[in-house]
């Protein structure tokens, strides 16, 4: 015969792990929700308010007038050669950095790293520096009829160094953590150098160079610091989209500052839109590769 | 297809660590060999050696006579399966298995027709037929081993390098595959070197053994003449379990404590030793004058023999001994060691 005992409720826990107050809840997503809108939705939203302030017609106009469309093909111009030389030397300095150890390879890492660090303004002024009219190399190459400041290679030099860091370093540490079992296992299956780099070293990495590309070319295209003190702001011929803007403006032009502006903020939301799809299958690869 | 492989006096170094001391070994055509020891002992770095994956400090590797640095590492052909399979993961595994066949020069390269006819033979033998288009991640981990197998052997190599081949997988399926891979040895009759931490996995599957020990080979033989007749203290104390009793030899004989307990063949009076002993190799009976004793601690079951521990005064750590099943002992009781066979080896 089993005792019927009184029902005693079990005792509340004093303390729950990782159930925080609810107020202390709401206010910690109240006050991050006003942070995000205050700084970034609300510019955000400025920017199409007042280029679409004046209507359709003059946003239009703003937008395809030359000299913005002259900053536009300057724009993808820049970008594309500046993507595609930090492509090469992201991928070439990340194989040196994952597979070999070499005296120095620390100081390679910090070093990769500086642009980062490197306020634009200087950046751009190191190249009036080397190459501009009393600059070491200027003279030179000018005797020569080469153009460096106040000119395309100018701009596109001060574009590739402060965009250098962005593809190596989201290569790095995914080739690191790979290791070189895939290599070594195609090498000695009797593969060529080049069949192993396209076969298996590259496909192995491709989200993160994707990523890495997406992130160096929306900084490419915003780049402004070090392009505005190379470029002479020459208005059609030097002048890229984010100086564009900022010539608009400074002629109390703002409806077609922030038409072009506009572009400019379309292209970050894409890039963010990329940038979670990018995660997204990285991460489901990840999940399925382990 | 098969060649005979000879490492002579290999050495290698990293950063003023010893990884390889003057490593010497002989394969023959067709053996399966195993290389045995603990972490850090050279094991892998040797068998990275011979595939070509790393270089030697001094010393040579050879295939059938010839110098293996002569050769690229396609010309090698060697079979390697990384320990972690190193599976190309984008990859179908077909196209892994594929993957030796493709990368040859146009010259050499089969027709596509006869790659596939190939690689199906082989899923066939390493029975994955059928999971051909699958990708590495939905194969459980005795399939990628299978897979990664099977890459290797379709370049034919002409030695079969297995590191740690079931280090991650387990207790069952690597029951399981260590009979296949016996099998499927003796079917394709490769020349075959593998790198194992574990002594029941060298010496159920390899005809030989290698033992190496921080860079040294200890011995090598078949697996009852390491097992039964070990040349070293620790080749004897990394096959499986022993006591150890540290010994003096005095008239001709090994003696603890004033018994002596073996016989000290070639051994001069005087020395000091260390002799090894196996648990089963230990009888124990009722204390009798003559006998080394000592006092039953506890009595433990392990399958189908009982274990049990054994304070000896003079001893820090107690001696495990075997227990007949139709003794009656019980934890505290005094008992006499008769040994059997024992090993006596000087400094360790």
Redesign the interface.
């Known amino acids: 015969m089993s005792e019927q005992r009184p029902a005693t409720p079990p005792l509340p826990p004093r303390e729950r792990v990782g159930q925080e107050h609810r107020l202390i809840r709401a206010v910690l997503i109240v006050v991050v929700l006003a942070f995000l809108s205050l700084f970034l939705f609300m510019p955000l939203a400025t920017v199409f308010i007042e280029a679409l302030s004046r209507g359709v017609m003059p946003y239009r106009a703003a937008i395809l007038d030359a000299d913005a469309l002259a900053a536009m093909r300057l724009t993808g111009l820049v970008a594309l050669v500046a993507v595609s030389v930090n492509v090469v030397f992201g991928l070439a300095a990340s194989w040196a950095i994952a597979r070999f150890d070499f005296r120095g390879k620390n100081l390679l890492i910090s070093l990769i790293d500086l642009p980062l660090s490197i306020s634009p303004v200087i950046s751009g002024l190191i190249y009036i520096l080397l190459f501009g009219a009393q600059g070491l190399f200027g003279p030179w190459l000018k005797a020569r009829g080469f153009e460096v400041v106040f000119a395309l290679p100018g701009i596109v030099l001060a574009t590739v160094f402060v965009t250098f860091p962005y593809v190596a370093r989201e290569l790095i540490p995914h080739m690191q953590s790979q290791g070189k079992?895939?290599e070594?296992?195609?090498?000695?299956?009797?593969?060529?150098g080049w069949?192993v780099f396209f076969?298996?070293t590259l496909?192995?990495v491709?989200w993160s160079l994707l990523y890495g590309v997406l992130l160096c070319n929306a900084r490419a295209m915003g780049e402004f610091g070090a392009v505005s003190v190379v470029s002479g702001r020459i208005r059609g011929v030097t002048t890229t989209l984010p100086l564009h803007v900022e010539i608009l403006y400074n002629e109390y032009n703002a409806p077609a500052a922030f038409a072009v502006a506009s572009l400019l903020a379309l292209l970050a939301l894409v890039t963010l839109a990329l940038k979670v799809a990018l995660e997204w299958r990285y991460r489901e690869e990840r999940a399925?590769?382990? | 297809m098969s060649v005979g492989l000879r490492i002579e006096a290999v050495e290698r170094h990293f950063q003023g660590f010893c990884a390889l001391d003057a490593v010497s070994l002989d394969v023959a055509p067709g053996e399966l060999l195993a290389l045995l020891g603990p972490s850090g002992s050279g094991k892998t770095t040797l068998l990275r050696l011979i595939a070509g994956l790393d270089h030697a400090d001094a010393g040579r590797v050879l295939f059938d006579g010839v110098d293996a640095n002569s050769l690229t590492l396609r010309e090698r052909r060697i079979g390697f399966v990384f320990q972690n399979y190193a599976l190309f993961r984008h990859m179908r595994v077909f196209e892994n298995i594929a993957f030796g066949l493709k990368a040859r020069p146009s010259a050499t390269r089969p027709p596509e027709g006869e790659i596939r006819r190939r690689v199906h033979a082989l899923l066939e033998l390493v029975q994955l037929a059928g999971l051909e288009a699958r990708f590495p991640a939905q194969l459980s981990g005795g399939q990628r081993q299978r897979v990664a197998l099977a890459r290797a052997l379709a370049i034919e190599p002409r030695v079969l390098l297995l590191d740690e081949p079931f280090g991650a997988l387990d207790a069952r399926v690597r029951q399981d595959l260590r009979a296949w891979l016996r099998d499927l040895h003796d079917k394709t009759g490769h020349t075959t070197v593998f790198v194992t931490h574990d002594q029941d996995e060298a010496l159920g599957l390899a005809d030989r053994i290698a033992i190496l020990n921080k860079g040294r080979i200890e011995q090598v033989g078949t697996p009852d003449a390491v097992y039964d007749a070990p040349e070293t203290g620790f080749v004897c104390g990394f096959l499986g379990e022993t006591n150890s009793l540290p010994v003096s030899i005095l008239n001709g004989a090994a003696q603890f404590s004033g018994f002596a307990l073996r016989d000290a063949g070639t051994l001069p009076d005087g020395t000091k030793a260390e002799l090894f002993v196996r648990p089963h190799e230990i009888a124990l009976s009722e204390p009798r004058p003559g006998l080394l004793t000592g006092t039953i601690l506890h009595i433990r079951r392990h399958g189908g023999i009982r274990r049990a521990d054994i304070a000896i005064s003079g001893l820090i750590k107690p001696l495990k001994a075997e227990i007949a099943p139709d003794i009656a002992f019980s934890p505290g009781d005094p008992v006499g060691l008769a040994l059997g066979k024992a090993h006596v080896f000087v400094g360790q």
């Open positions: 079992a895939d070594e296992a195609a090498l000695s299956l009797g593969a060529s069949r076969r298996i496909p192995n491709t399925l590769s382990r």
